[in-house]
Nanobody, 125 residues
Framework: VQVVESGGGSVQAGGSVRLSCAVSGYRWQSYCITWFRQAPGKEREGVAAIGCDDSTFYVGSVKGRFSVSRDSAKNTVYLDMINLQPEDTATYFC????????????????????WGQGTQVTVSS
């Protein structure tokens, strides 16, 4: 399995960005993707997840601003981010798991066996 992120860039505060996570090498269309981010000097944090059953979860800091969705025909998961703020500046990673059916929180990192290389999102004030 491979996952590749794309869509990062630089925006001003209040702007929007769509990130994509393309999945390949997995024959089933049901899988979990969690979006993590890591800012310089900070720990990695999970921000949004979509389960195998298309359930979704968002951490409080992004709820109402970020939306995760899946296009099964394209084997791609998207993270739509609106009203971005400077504190959203980070490298964003998507992580793949076939073991998470339903998400009611950010799944443990140990459940994710495939990670993308990351894509940078920079928000200026």
């Amino acid at each position: 399995v491979q996952v590749v992120e794309s869509g990062g860039g630089s925006v001003q505060a209040g702007g929007s960005v769509r990130l994509s996570c393309a999945v390949s090498g997995y024959r089933w269309q049901s899988y979990c993707i969690t979006w993590f981010r890591q800012a310089p000097g900070k720990e990695r944090e999970g921000v949004a997840a979509i389960g195998c059953d298309d359930s979704t979860f968002y951490v409080g800091s992004v709820k109402g601003r970020f939306s995760v969705s899946r296009d099964s025909a394209k084997n791609t998961v998207y993270l739509d981010m609106i009203n971005l703020q400077p504190e959203d500046t980070a490298t964003y990673f998507c992580a793949f798991s076939s073991a998470v059916l339903n998400v009611q929180n950010i799944p443990p990192v140990r459940l994710f066996d495939t990670w993308g290389q990351g894509t940078q999102v920079t928000v200026s004030s």
